[in-house]
Nanobody, 116 residues
Framework: AQLVESGGGSVQSGGSLRLACSIS??????LAWFKHREGVAAIDYDG??KYATSTKGRFTLSQDNAKNTLYLQMNNLAPDDTAMYYC??????????????????WGQGTQVTVSE
């Protein structure tokens, strides 16, 4: 699978961004977003999701199957959210661990910068 992220940028604290991950081979994979190598959120092919505690309530996953694209809506951003964000994919049943070693395919990342 090939993954290409977009949507990063610079915002002020309290602002929002929507990251997008375009995936070449979409079926039967769990997809996730990582903040550097820290798991943020994941969704499997059945629609089951898992969010890191630090992002729950602020970040929301969605997917457009027709466009083979995964989105991460990020609201109420804080300076601590500043990082490179990566999209990743796996077929492993251990995806709920939200650990980087579970995921086999990675994009190049998109930078998110949040200022005070």
């Amino acid at each position: 699978a090939q993954l290409v992220e977009s949507g990063g940028g610079s915002v002020q604290s309290g602002g929002s961004l929507r990251l997008a991950c375009s995936i070449s081979a979409y079926r039967d994979r769990t997809l996730a977003w990582f903040k550097h190598r820290e798991g943020v959120a994941a969704i499997d092919y059945d629609g089951e999701t898992k969010y890191a505690t630090s992002t729950k309530g602020r970040f929301t996953l969605s997917q457009d199957n027709a466009k083979n694209t995964l989105y991460l809506q990020m609201n109420n951003l804080a300076p601590d959210d500043t990082a490179m964000y990566y999209c990743a994919a796996t077929t492993s049943l251990n995806w709920l661990l939200l650990r980087p070693w579970v995921f086999d395919y990675w994009g190049q990342g998109t930078q998110v910068t949040v200022s005070e």
